[in-house]
T-cell receptor
Framework: DGGITQSPKYLFRKEGQNVTLSCEQN?????MYWYRQDPGQGLRLIYY???????QKGDIAEGYSVSREKKESFPLTVTSAQKNPTAFYLC?????????????FGQGTRLTVV | DQQVKQNSPSLSVQEGRISILNCDYT??????FLWYKKYPAEGPTFLIS?????DKNEDGRFTVFLNKSAKHLSLHIVPSQPGDSAVYFC???????????FGKGTSLLVTP
């Protein structure tokens, strides 16, 4: 079954700790994305990657870091510099080539800072 | 600065009637528009899309209309069903190499 897998579904972190959210896809997609959802805020872009070993900052990249060492994996690290990390995090992927392609989303990770 | 705007946070419609969800955008570079449906604690699922070379795209009960001059698009659901109750996100892209920009969503409630 092809798809995008995010793990874990729920994650608790103490203040001051870094935490890494996993995102894996077996769709052979070139492009991958991380979005954050807060109540009433919609989906805001954190980082995206169009190709392996390359990524760009989105609208709210501060306090986050990513890597893209493999085509199928795009982990997101929420660092202690992120002032308001409690949110629902969504990973997505798309073919990445061609003009008109939709993004497919994982089931999300709910991060709570305690 | 929000480039994709959904000005109605919520909408309530009776089963069998038409649901109309609206979306406005400000970036004239956007040329591909999508609607996603989302349930709580789940990822969004793709619903329907339209490219800027068209003004209408239909898929079953779902139709998206695009008015480029007004920078406005709308999603029509006919007839609405209780299972359509969800948050609907409008998204736009400037093409290959660009990430999707999302609106804040409209929560649709279809009542029996």
């Amino acid at each position: 079954d092809g798809g995008i897998t995010q793990s874990p579904k729920y994650l608790f972190r103490k203040e001051g700790q870094n935490v890494t959210l996993s995102c894996e896809q077996n769709l052979n997609h070139d492009a991958m994305y991380w979005y954050r959802q807060d109540p009433g805020q919609g989906l805001r872009l954190i980082y995206y990657s169009q190709i392996v070993n390359d990524f760009q900052k989105g609208d709210i990249a501060e306090g986050y870091s990513v890597s893209r060492e493999k085509k199928e994996s795009f982990p997101l690290t929420v660092t202690s510099a992120q002032k308001n990390p409690t949110a629902f995090y969504l990973c997505a992927s798309s073919i990445g080539t061609g003009d008109y392609t939709e993004a497919f989303f994982g089931q999300g990770t709910r991060l709570t800072v305690v | 600065d929000q480039q994709v705007k959904q000005n109605s946070p919520s909408l309530s419609v009776q089963e069998g009637r038409i649901s109309i969800l609206n979306c406005d955008y400000t970036n004239s570079m956007f040329d591909y528009f999508l609607w996603y449906k989302k349930y709580p604690a789940e990822g969004p699922t793709f619903l329907i899309s339209i490219s800027s070379i068209k003004d209408k795209n239909e898929d079953g009960r779902f139709t998206v209309f695009l008015n480029k001059s007004a920078k406005h698009l709308s999603l029509h659901i006919v007839p609405s069903q209780p299972g359509d109750s969800a948050v609907y996100f409008c998204a736009a892209s400037a093409g290959s190499g660009y990430a999707l920009n999302f609106g804040k969503g409209t929560s649709l409630l279809v009542t029996p």
